[in-house]
């Protein structure tokens, strides 16, 4: 392959895939260290790519959320064709995410077979759900020759801005006792979502063990960390919707330890290269681990998990309420775990429990 291979990724909607997208990238620039590496993504998403190396540019599609904006994608495609991309990879499997590079003309354009869209592609392929069991697994087979083995996936490493974090915690008056971030939220649905008493009390549980904490999240978000610094007092600090994406990533750089839903923000905190403690419910640890090798999940493995359902169908959320807020704030609390200038003894024993997955 000629080096310097200009190459169009049509990216991910959701924050979480954005991030796991950057495996692909890392990839392609190992395959080809002089490629040029443009992403499209929605406005939301796409102000990670500035915090990846790996790319030349993101560019913004501002279409809301499963909209067809058929004028838009055109006009896009049109504007994309003066830059003469050599390949795309089309990550999403809808038919409109497919649209873009077929109206830029980019002459090879790959990506699986879905929604009868495969007349828009050049390289249609089968997915093979056993052998490309997860997601960050299946946007890796996208950037490789059809059949071609599939390697460890380099773990996503966003960059990291110094000058910004510290502006933040002066503005914020962060930093005043080692930190730990909460994200509450998940925007995929209920059915994610640890209960807010829960990280009300997490948070009460830490505050008393000389922690301080963050509670991150969109404005959305924002009566979720309002519930939480009320219920647990002083030593938290809800930032919910007082922050960019891009700041959070700086944010949680400088926490020692993130608890977090299988949400968006999990895996930005583990490509920040904070410790992760992620407690998962209707979703599997299995399809979208955080990665990095600084985690703890937990995880119940009940009968009826994992449903992938926004909902609880059986409307008792056991596979979350059940996960307690002791045993997770046992994860984060570990003196083996805490910075080494304030590991102390804590009045929480640390134990072995069954939905603590070590990775």
Known sequence: MAGGERILVVGP????????????FRLLRQRDPDARIDVVGPPWSVPLAAR??????????????????????????????????DRAIVLPRSLKAALLPWFARIPVRTGFAAEGRSWLLTD??????????????????LGLPPDAPLPEPPRPALRIDPANRDALQRRFGLGQ???VALMPGAAFGPAKQWPVGHFAEL??????????????????????????RMAAGPGVHDLCGQTRLEDSVDLLAAAHCAVTNDSGLMHVAAAAGTRVVAIFGSTSPHFTPPLTGRSHIHYLALDCSPCFQRECPLGHLRCL??????????S????????????????????????????
């Open 52 to 85: 990846m190396p790996e790319l030349r540019e993101g560019i913004a599609l501002d279409v809301a959320h499963g909209q067809l904006a058929l004028g838009s994608r055109r006009r896009l495609g049109l504007e994309l064709r003066a830059r003469g991309h």
């Open 203 to 228: 948070a009460r549980l830490l505050v008393a063990g000389g922690q301080e904490v963050w509670v991150l999240g969109s404005a959305a978000e924002r009566p979720l960390g309002e519930h939480i």
């Open 177 to 179: 006792a080692p930190a």
């Open 124 to 141: 249609s392929r089968p997915l093979d759900r056993r052998v490309l069991d997860q997601t960050v697994k299946r946007f890796l087979a």
């Open 332 to 359: 984060v609390l570990a003196p083996a775990i805490l910075p080494a200038a304030t590991a102390q003894p804590s009045a929480l024993a640390v134990s072995a429990r069954p939905h603590g997955i070590e990775t």
């Open 321 to 330: 309420r059940e996960i307690t807020p002791e045993a997770v704030a046992d």
């Open 13 to 24: 909607a959701w924050v979480g895939d954005m991030v796991m997208a950057q495996s692909l």
